[in-house]
């Protein structure tokens, strides 16, 4: 049995595309799957499995959660060992910064840095951003909510043909203990 995590991408944000968390527990059993616990409310869920990968799992999860709840819902499934090594990896100092400083948005798929070789880097200073593997880490000193780099590198012309969740850092090092065997 593997470990994953499922990240839902904008569900119960601001009171739009409900998803109760109860419910998407129940749902990740019903499709097999043991060990399922959920983490806040903006849809993280962790689940055990032994059947299926990472793609054939997100997929899965998709299309049940269309059926049971009418909702389309873009879904990164992800195992323990990506979240830790993205986690080591993290190019900034996390333990010197505040969770709401430290962002990763995890991709469905690898991307490279040609997707943003016309953006100015120093124009968002201290902004930053750095690629690693199917991740972006972002620092941003004033939070997510202020950031222009985040603004600017969630735009559709930068993640067209991706699928592409952010979360904070606590919730980064959560994911990594929720889902270690």
């Not at 749902?27 to 962790?46: C, D, F, P």
């Not at 830790?84 to 709401?100: I, M, N, S, T, Y």
């Not at 880097?121 to 000193?141: H, S, T, V």
Request: glycine share 6%.
């Amino acid at each position: 049995m593997t470990m994953y995590a499922a990240l839902l991408r904008g569900i119960n944000v601001g009171g739009n595309r409900k998803l109760p968390m109860a419910e998407l527990r129940t749902l990740i059993q019903e499709l097999g799957h043991g060990e399922v616990r959920t983490y806040l409310q903006s849809g993280q869920a962790v689940f055990s499995s032994g059947h299926g990968d990472e793609e054939s799992l997100a997929a899965e999860l998709v299309t049940a959660i269309e059926k049971r709840f009418g909702l389309t819902v873009d879904v990164i499934v992800r195992d323990h060992a990506y979240l830790r090594a993205v986690a080591d990896a993290c190019p900034f100092p996390a333990a010197e910064l505040q969770a709401k400083q430290l962002h990763v948005t995890y991709f469905s798929a690898p991307v490279d840095a040609a997707r943003y070789a016309e953006l100015d880097q120093a124009a968002y200073l201290p902004e930053e951003f750095r690629l690693g593997d199917r991740a972006l880490y972002l620092y941003a000193p004033d939070g997510l909510g202020r950031s222009k780099l985040a603004e600017h590198l969630s735009r559709r012309s930068l993640t067209k043909d991706l699928i592409a969740t952010t979360r904070n850092w606590n919730t980064v090092v959560k994911l990594v203990e929720m889902t270690a065997e």
